[in-house]
């Protein structure tokens, strides 16, 4: 056995998050998609600051986060923006200046932004009756959840790719105004509240979708090039009756490279072409010294 108790044998059957992109299979799709909870489990036993939390932050922004969006107006408050923080620290690399930047926001700064930003989703398309919900696989416990946005949602999502370039460009700037959030973290909550169209802007799914050589550059350019590309990979998925967002897309790129363990795994190389936290807070530390 492994790390976490997943088997190797378990751990050899998920393909890379490379190899993984290139199929246009649900099937295969849909097996790594079962082996989320095994990842977040894997990672959660890692050594590393914070990481035993990943299992209850997870849960959190996979039904809590979502419920709270789903409300009229909504909003996340300054102690939401910290908790997200942590699970994106949690899920991929420790950088706690990121939580000094959450904590250090403005009284209504984080309402303000995430009110203006929530409402653009909301007007580009109301969210379905499946978005934001959380489902919990029938072979694990029942204190354990699936990622809401893996399972949620239909093929793809209203309108042009250009419409949702636009709407996504717009809510990334109102998020991206506060102090130490980049398009990585906007995008975390964005994913949140509107998984068929934002998935989270993920080390590995970068890794996987952009071609090899290319440098990663964590800009909005960059993520709306990510998002369109998983939406048109859940479309792809969804064309046999099975329903993919594009946060679930990129939920199963993480957890392939959690789990594939060919060459020492991929989460090391995502980790070598760059990372979201880091840029984050290259980017907040620009800003501080205007």
Not at 11 to 40: C, F, H, K, M, N
Not at 182 to 198: D, V
Not at 218 to 245: C, D, H, I, M, P
């Amino acid at each position: 056995m492994s790390e976490a108790g997943v088997s190797e044998g378990a751990r050899a059957a998920i393909p890379s998050p490379a190899q993984l992109w290139a199929s246009t299979d649900a099937a295969v799709w849909g097996s790594v998609r079962e082996s989320y909870t095994s990842a977040v489990t894997a990672v959660a036993a890692r050594k590393g600051k914070g990481k035993a939390a990943l299992p209850e932050l997870d849960r959190w922004f996979a039904t809590e986060l979502p419920a709270k969006l789903r409300g009229d107006g909504p909003e996340i408050t300054r102690e939401d923006l910290m908790k997200l923080v942590d699970w994106k620290l949690a899920r991929g690399t420790w950088r706690p200046q990121l939580q000094a930047y959450a904590r250090g926001q403005a009284v209504g700064a984080v309402e303000a932004a995430s009110r203006k930003a929530l409402a653009l989703l909301r007007d580009y398309a109301a969210p379905s009756s499946h978005e934001g919900t959380s489902a919990v696989p029938t072979a694990a416990p029942a204190s354990t959840s699936r990622p809401a946005s893996g399972v949620c949602g239909s093929a793809g999502a209203p309108g042009s790719d250009e419409h949702a370039d636009s709407i996504l460009q717009e809510a990334l700037a109102a998020l991206t105004e506060l102090k130490g959030v980049g398009p990585a973290t906007a995008s975390a909550l964005l994913s949140a509240a509107s998984p068929r169209l934002a998935p989270y802007m993920g080390d590995e799914a970068m890794a996987a979708v952009l071609p090899p050589g290319r440098k990663v550059e964590y800009t909005v350019r960059a993520y709306k090039e990510l998002a369109s590309a998983l939406r048109r990979k859940a479309e792809q998925l969804s064309s046999g009756g099975a329903r993919w967002a594009a946060a679930g897309v990129e939920q199963c790129l993480w957890v392939a490279a959690v789990l594939h363990t060919e060459g020492g795994g991929s989460h090391a190389a995502a980790g070598k072409r760059g990372t979201a936290e880091a840029d984050d807070g290259r980017k907040a530390g620009k800003r501080s010294r205007k």
